[in-house]
């Protein structure tokens, strides 16, 4: 399967996956400051973005884990620093539970977890037998839906560029976009009782949990809650940010995300430099 992504600087590895119907342009505004003394890597997971999407790939999050793991494998990645968003944090967080070894430190960026409860009534009628027909032709031609889902990710509306809703918006019009995370919609219950019984796998990795005062999308106390069942993470709440604090808030996130990384996965010198 191609995947599209990403590669900048040099040093220690950190990967970036995005939420779902997002993609590596989700990290436009902290890939350059991160990769200056790091080695970064953003790609569309299968199934988004601009990478392959095939209408029957299994869409349950462990298979997500799996290719990610792959792409680690095929770019060359032993190790990581892996940062993830919303379903792409809930997928780091299961390949982390999973493969600890592989992975340094873990920064999860408003995860979708078993404990929010905000958006069960949008998942389960996503799950219903007939919105995997009717939902996909039908969201690829109303972009006015495309531009309210992002306007509810953020805290602060007057953040919102034109530029940005452009861009989520280009890959939306490929044919199996929406059917893939509608298939991930329909394993949604299945997948959460999943993660929480690999979860104590990822109980000792050192883990940066970040979380928007204002996410609409996940809930925030479910934050305290993830929080105490990884025990070597720190939470840090980040007042007047939705559910994309690196686009809202870019300086603010790199500091407290350069700050855990210099203090887990120092930067290697290269070159006597």
């Given at each position: 399967m191609k995947v599209q992504f990403d590669r900048r600087g040099r040093g220690p590895a950190v990967v970036l996956v995005h939420g779902l119907l997002g993609y590596s342009f989700s990290w436009r505004h902290v890939l350059a400051p991160l990769s200056e003394e790091r080695e970064v890597f953003a790609l569309d997971m299968p199934g988004s973005g601009f990478s392959e999407c095939h209408e029957t790939s299994d869409a349950h999050l462990s298979q997500a884990a799996g290719r990610l793991l792959k792409f680690l494998d095929v770019v060359?990645?032993?190790?990581?620093?892996?940062?993830?968003?919303?379903?792409?944090?809930?997928?780091?967080?299961?390949?982390?539970?999973?493969?600890?070894?592989?992975?340094?430190?873990?920064?999860?960026?408003?995860?979708?977890?078993?404990?929010?409860?905000?958006?069960?009534?949008?998942?389960?009628?996503?799950g219903l037998p007939f919105a995997g027909l009717l939902f996909p032709p039908f969201a690829r031609r109303i972009p006015a839906l495309h531009r309210l889902s992002i306007r509810r990710m953020y805290g602060d509306q007057r953040r919102l560029s034109a530029e940005t809703l452009r861009g989520y918006s280009l890959p939306l019009v490929r044919k199996?976009?929406?059917?893939?995370?509608?298939?991930?919609?329909?394993?949604?219950?299945?997948?959460?009782?999943?993660?929480?019984?690999?979860?104590?796998?990822?109980?000792?990795?050192?883990?940066?949990?970040?979380?928007?005062?204002?996410?609409?999308?996940?809930?925030?106390?479910?934050?305290?809650?993830?929080?105490?069942?990884?025990?070597?993470?720190?939470?840090?709440?980040?007042?007047?940010?939705g559910h994309l604090p690196y686009e809202e808030c870019p300086g603010d996130f790199l500091a407290l995300v350069n700050a855990f990384l210099a203090e887990h996965s120092p930067v290697r010198v290269l070159d006597g430099k």
């Open positions: 060359g990645i032993g190790s990581c620093d892996l940062v993830g968003s919303s379903y792409g944090g809930t997928t780091a967080l299961y390949l982390t539970a999973t493969h600890p070894a592989r992975i340094r430190t873990l920064t999860l960026v408003s995860p979708a977890n078993p404990w929010s409860r905000i958006g069960r009534k949008r998942l389960a009628l996503l199996g976009v929406f059917e893939h995370a509608v298939r991930i919609a329909h394993n949604w219950h299945s997948d959460m009782a999943d993660l929480q019984r690999v979860l104590a796998g990822a109980a000792e990795t050192p883990t940066l949990i970040l979380w928007g005062s204002k996410d609409r999308l996940v809930e925030l106390a479910s934050a305290q809650v993830l929080n105490r069942q990884l025990k070597n993470s720190r939470l840090a709440v980040m007042d007047g940010a």
